[in-house]
Structures are given as structure tokens and as C-alpha cells.
């Protein structure tokens, strides 16, 4: 069972502007996660608190003639928390990330080699690219 795998879930409801009404909530407290991205403490204790609010259930599962493995059982906030948690203890917590284009700021995972990752998108780092040429440019100007 790849826990981390659920990781992009909570990702995704993180950056959901309309998450449904039940998920409001979770929403906000996983956002809060990314919030103090960086600070890999700050990351853990929240994480730590999440896992105890929304306990996941592990269940057996057989399917596609595979033998029996474990999944978690469906639970969009249990699965969320987890794979965030999986991805810090796995991968390490500096791959939590907010995307550094100020207009955006959307949570991603970085699956960089080098951990280098700080924009969301190929879009928002070539935004931010031609903002900071256009400035140096500025600059440079008499
Ligand atoms: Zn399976
Ligand atoms: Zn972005």
C-alpha cells in the first residue's frame, strides 16, 4: 500500500476553491498544513493532530485477480492526512510546498529530485520568470 498515493488527494482539496460543505472544514485545517511549509516541525505537530482527529481504517482488499493487500478504507479526511503524513515520513517534510508566484499560492507536492520545486506549474514559474526580468529591466533603466 503506497500511502503517499493519497497525498494528491489532500493536495487537490487544498487547492479546491468550492470543496463541498462536509469538507469546508478539513479543507481549511489541511491548508493550514501547507501554511507553515518550511517550518518541518510546525508540519509534524499539525499533521500529528490531524491523525489523531481523523483516524483512518485499514481494510483488506482483493481485486483485478491480485492477492490481498491493504487499502484504507474510504474516508476523504483519514486518506488525506495520511498520505500528507506518509509523504513527510517517506519523502520528508520540506515536499510540502506553496507555490512562491504571488498570485497564486497554490499547495503542491515536490517530487523534484533535487527538492528544488517552487512554483506550482510550468505556467507560474514562466510567470514569475518574466516578472522578475521585466523588473530587473526596470532597474536597468536610466
Ligand atoms: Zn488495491
Ligand atoms: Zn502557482
Request: hydrophobic fraction near 40%; proline fraction near 6%.
Amino acid at each position: 500500500m503506497d500511502l503517499t498515493s493519497y497525498a494528491a488527494w489532500a493536495v487537490r482539496l487544498v487547492n479546491d476553491l468550492v470543496p463541498p460543505p462536509e469538507l469546508i472544514r478539513l479543507r481549511q485545517e489541511l491548508a493550514e498544513v501547507f501554511d507553515v511549509a518550511g517550518d518541518e516541525r510546525a508540519v509534524a505537530e499539525r499533521l500529528n493532530a490531524l491523525l489523531v482527529r481523523y483516524p483512518v481504517r485499514p481494510q483488506l482488499s482483493a481485486h483485478d485477480g491480485g492477492p490481498w493487500h491493504l487499502h484504507l478504507a474510504e474516508d476523504p479526511a483519514a486518506t488525506a492526512v495520511m498520505g500528507l503524513a506518509a509523504v513527510v515520513a517517506e519523502l520528508g517534510a520540506d515536499r510540502l510546498g506553496r507555490c512562491r508566484e504571488p498570485r497564486c499560492g497554490r499547495a503542491f507536492l515536490d517530487t523534484s529530485s533535487n527538492r528544488s520545486r517552487r512554483y506550482c506549474s510550468a505556467r507560474c514559474a514562466s510567470r514569475a520568470n518574466v516578472a522578475a526580468y521585466r523588473a530587473r529591466r526596470r532597474q536597468e533603466t536610466p
